[in-house]
């Protein structure tokens, strides 16, 4: 399949690529399908639709920048994503990009936690109040790839 994205790139994607939000996301709740596009030589992606070609977010690893950022997945999201093991997890936070690009911030309240083994994903809205929806990048710690 031919995926036209926000950013005016055409590239080819297959069945295996495509993330499923059962519930879609917060906001566009009929969005159920998007990839996740690493945005190469950075610590970025996009997770963009599959079928609407406007809606994309720029996206994180949150362990990457935000070294004590921690959560407990409840038992019911991980019987509905179908996680057996931690391994089968990755977590993104959608970013909101700012000028200059250290102004921007991450989603920490609300990350989006996918099933890589079964293509499922769903953005989680933590109920306590240790993390934010805005937090800054300049303000973490960025700890590069072995976070």
Known sequence: MILHTKFEE???ITDEDILHFEQGL??????????????????????????????????????LFFKDYDFELVESVQKQLKIKEESDVLVQVILT???????????LQAPIVIN??????????????????RHELLESSFVGQEG
Request: net charge negative.
């Open 10 to 12: 055409t590239i080819e």
């Open 116 to 133: 890589v083994k079964e293509n499922l994903a769903k953005q989680v809205v933590l109920t306590d109040n240790k993390y934010r929806t």
């Open 26 to 63: 917060p906001g566009f709740k009929d969005e159920k399908q998007f990839v996740l596009l690493p945005m190469e030589g950075t610590p970025f992606s996009t997770l963009q639709s599959v079928f609407t070609k406007e809606l994309a977010f720029f996206t994180i690893n949150p362990f």
């Open 97 to 107: 990009i700012q000028e200059p690009l250290e102004k921007s911030t991450g989603n």
